[in-house]
């Protein structure tokens, strides 16, 4: 069956960087890309960007526009998302999605908190 | 400030019909496919709606979509206590290049 397992939760000073991992499994990986979608308390579902497994195309939300990078290793069929120069604002709940044209697929969410 | 316009709130009785709408313009929802997905606080979100009114395997018949110009529309008939959820639409935006999700509307089964 297809599953997504994300990395734990993290704690980050402001500045610092995060990476969180999406292992992805039960499917061919390189058929489908892999798209990042947060969640800040009180807030609604925000999209990130968007990494084909194919072939490392990426395509990021304006907003984040040279502040995440999101990377792909297919060996481990994993997906990875590093965001940098953190805030509180970053404080959120981090998922990846299967793009299936819409994200049939979800991993169970990374809290991050970066304490202001 | 989302891009879709969604209301914040919407409820109704079991057994009811409820519709929950999405309004955007011409670059997202005018010229793409609307999704639907539904939300429960520390759960994934779940794909309800796809292409505008297409249900993956799994997501029971109650749950339809619609699409009319430049907005989209959530319909839940036969309501049920477990529908009480977060509910987003999402779209595609041309402009921004990205896609874009409602504000997400808070459905309460009374």
């Known amino acids: 069956q297809v599953q997504l397992v994300q990395s734990g939760p993290e704690v980050k000073k402001p500045g610092a960087s995060v990476k969180v991992s999406c292992k992805a499994s039960?499917?061919?990986?390189?058929?489908?890309?892999i798209t990042w979608v947060r969640e800040a308390p009180g807030q609604g579902l925000e999209w990130m960007g968007w990494i084909s497994a194919y072939n490392g195309d990426t395509k990021y939300a304006q907003k984040f526009q040279g502040r995440v990078t999101m990377t792909t290793d297919t060996s481990t069929t994993t997906v990875y998302m590093e965001l940098r120069s953190l805030t509180s604002d970053d404080t959120a709940v981090y998922y990846c999605?299967?793009?299936?044209?819409?994200?049939?697929?979800w991993g169970q969410g990374t809290l991050v908190t970066v304490p202001s | 400030q989302s891009v879709l316009t969604q209301p914040p709130s919407a409820s109704g009785t079991p057994g009811q019909r409820v519709t929950i709408s999405c309004s955007g313009s011409s670059a997202n929802i005018g010229s793409n496919f609307v999704s639907w997905y539904h939300h429960l606080p520390g759960m994934a979100p779940k794909l309800l709606i796809y292409r505008g009114n297409q249900r993956p395997s799994g997501v029971p018949d109650r749950f339809s979509g619609s699409k009319s110009g430049t907005s989209a529309s959530l319909a839940i008939s036969g309501l049920r206590s477990e529908d009480e959820a977060d509910y987003y639409c999402?779209?595609?935006?041309?402009?921004?290049?990205?896609?874009?999700f409602g504000g997400g509307t808070k459905l309460t089964v009374l």
């Open positions: 039960g499917y061919t990986f390189a058929t489908y890309g």
């Open positions: 999605a299967r793009d299936a044209s819409a994200y049939d697929y």
């Open positions: 999402a779209a595609w935006d041309d402009s921004l290049s990205g896609l874009v």
